[in-house]
């Protein structure tokens, strides 16, 4: 289900291009095999946000093959490090990057993201943009972790924050199935748009886009 009218999404996706032919074939690939990747429309607008942000050090959670790490660096040339916690999907994401040829901007970490952004934290790595788009009910716990990791002005981008609808609306849960990740979700929404030191929108674009600016100096470890 679309969390928009399906005439709208359909028209948008007609719309979609991305000029890579290798990064064409790794979408269609893991669209073949069910992979979750982002939407083309969330990808047109996470393409052009970086572009505008002139992003230099992007941090993503959750690689799956590496389709998006790999979108992000075609895109702008920055250096991308994304963590991925399912051995399957790390070895996949790996050889991908391998043979699309981003290995030098594009690295990807095994683990979970819980553990190794203290460890990035621990090497005082920084990013402008930070991607988070794995496991919906530890949002929260991957914000508070990649705050510390944040550059002055840096985004923080969540994917899938709408949930096909269900944030929106329980009639969208009809058998009460993810009531508690819907509960998880409408906290950590609520919590973002609530900081101080963070100015957040959510736009109905995909899944449901959050975008949040940081003003570092207004936020105390
Ligand atoms: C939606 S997919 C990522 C798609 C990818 N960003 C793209 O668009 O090409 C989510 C991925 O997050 C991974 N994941 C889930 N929980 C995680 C965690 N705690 N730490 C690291 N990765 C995690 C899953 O194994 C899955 O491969």
Known sequence: MNITNDIVTSYIETLYKNDNPRLREL???????????????????????????????????????????????????????TVESDKEAYDAAKSNISELGFSDKVQVRFGDARDVLLQMAAEKETFDVVFIDAAKSHYREFWDLALPLCSQDALVICDNVLMKGMTVSDEYDPGRRYKTSIRKMREFIKYITHL????????????????????????IL
């Open 196 to 219: 101080e030191y963070a100015d957040t929108c959510v736009l109905p674009v995909g899944d449901g886009v959050s975008v949040s600016v940081i003003d570092k100096d207004l936020y």
């Open 27 to 81: 979408r269609a690939f893991a669209e073949e095999r069910h992979v979750p990747v982002i939407l083309k429309d969330t990808e047109g607008l996470l393409l052009n946000i970086l572009r505008i942000k002139k992003a230099s050090h992007v941090l993503e959670i959750g690689s799956a093959v590496g389709y998006s790490a790999c979108c992000f660096a075609d895109s702008c040339g920055c250096k991308v490090i």
